[in-house]
């Protein structure tokens, strides 16, 4: 069993900066590629960032510029770095674990709210 745990979501002030951390922990897989995603209510879920492990990421155009994916092959950790925030990033941010074999984890989420 996998669990994936996100971290680091809050309030922040349009133009602030947040960091968003994710773990994944368990046996029986390998780890191809993580991502975060976002929902906002009413709206589809769309993929905000994905970082595979050789590196390459891949970014929403929406947020291009402004957020930052990074992460830790050894602890199977990433990180989303948002500065410049806006209201309209305003979302529960999940985060997806990828592996070889194909399958997906995801975690429960964290909120971003970006309000003043």
């Known amino acids: 069993q996998v669990q994936v745990v996100e971290s680091g979501g809050g309030l922040v002030q349009p133009g602030g900066s947040l960091r968003l951390s994710c773990a994944a922990s368990?046996?029986?897989?390998?780890?191809?590629?993580m991502g975060w995603y976002r929902q906002a209510p009413g709206k589809q879920r769309e993929r905000v960032a994905i970082i595979t492990s050789s590196g390459g990421t891949n970014y929403a155009d929406s947020v291009k510029g402004r957020f930052t994916i990074s992460r830790e092959n050894a602890r199977n950790a990433v990180s989303l770095q948002m500065n410049s925030l806006k209201p309209e990033d305003t979302a529960v941010y999940l985060c997806?674990?990828?592996?070889?074999?194909?399958?997906?984890?995801w975690g429960k989420g964290t909120l971003v709210t970006v309000s003043s």
């Open positions: 368990g046996r029986g897989f390998s780890m191809y590629a």
């Open positions: 997806q674990v990828v592996d070889w074999g194909g399958m997906d984890y």
